[in-house]
């Protein structure tokens, strides 16, 4: 599937197969934490977080996400928690991802 | 997943922002795990004679592991899950025990893929709440194959989830 925020064209990585898991987006980001703490919020939290992962703002690769995620986590408060949360769900699509990339590549 | 107890925004409990701040003020997302929590979650498991137990705090997007015992490796190197695979979540909602004899037959987990995937059959959560009324998580118990849990065991289950809620409760003064 390709996705196209501002300038950037990603391709966004699958689900993971069985699981039917995918990586938090930048937009799932966002309306997590808009959710939480309100939109104007939110999109200062994402660019100082972004910026101190030293990682563009739209068209993240999954490391991206991680390192931004971990960035958001280490907040005080309501946005360390929606941070956390989204550790968790990059972290859980990594390592199901690899293990079944693993699993089909020994076929 | 538990999508059929799900609701959207800020009508759902697991997204109330009160009890989030609470998680976050009582350090419950810190990657070290406190040694009184994994001794109540090893004893949970031992005493329930089931493989794996967790202290699982429920936050808005995803379940933290803050103490384990005998999780799948993922689980246990992702320290937690997705919060629509979290049967604790359930616990959290209601504010009440959430208990599954069989997860294939159950309506509200049996289409959570770690059901199948990964054999999760039989769990017993208790709820982790605060003194100032607010649901953390659960204290639970998972199992491999399908059990009916007894009035003993839920009760012993109780005695250790009130335990380990003392011990969250300490982190306040810490």
């Known amino acids: ?107 | 997943m538990s999508g059929e107890m799900m609701t959207d925004g800020a009508a759902d409990p697991i997204r109330d922002n009160a009890r989030l701040a609470e998680i976050a003020a009582l350090g419950l997302t810190a990657a070290e795990v406190d040694g009184v929590l994994q001794q109540t979650v090893e004893e949970a498991a031992s005493r329930l004679g089931l493989p794996t137990a967790m202290v699982s705090i429920v936050m808005d997007e995803a379940q933290w592991f803050a103490a384990h015992t005998g999780l799948p490796a993922w689980m246990a190197e992702a320290r937690g899950t997705p919060v629509e695979w979290s049967f604790c979540a359930n616990a959290v909602r209601t504010g009440e025990p959430f208990v599954v004899e069989d997860a294939t037959t159950h309506p509200l987990v049996k289409n959570i893929p770690i059901v199948d995937l990964d054999n999760v059959r039989c769990y017993a959560g208790i709820p982790l709440v605060t003194s100032t009324r607010q649901t953390l998580g659960t204290l639970c118990v998972i199992g491999t194959e399908p059990k009916s849990f007894s009035q003993a065991e839920l009760d012993t289950l109780r005695t250790l989830a009130k335990q380990a809620m003392d011990r969250i409760e300490e982190r306040r003064r810490e």
């Open chain 1, 1 to 107: 599937m390709i996705r196209t925020q501002s300038t950037v064209t990603v391709h966004t990585p699958p689900p993971v197969p069985g699981y039917g898991l995918a990586p938090p987006t930048p937009g799932d980001a966002l309306a997590f934490l808009a959710r939480g703490v309100g939109p104007d919020r939110a999109a200062g939290e994402w660019l100082g977080a972004c910026k101190r992962a030293g990682a563009p703002t739209a068209g993240l690769s999954v490391d991206e996400m991680m390192r931004v995620s971990g960035r958001l986590a280490e907040q005080d408060g309501v946005v360390g928690v929606i941070g956390q949360s989204l550790v968790v769900r990059v972290r859980t699509y990594r390592l199901l991802a690899g293990s079944f990339s693993r699993a089909e590549s020994s076929r």
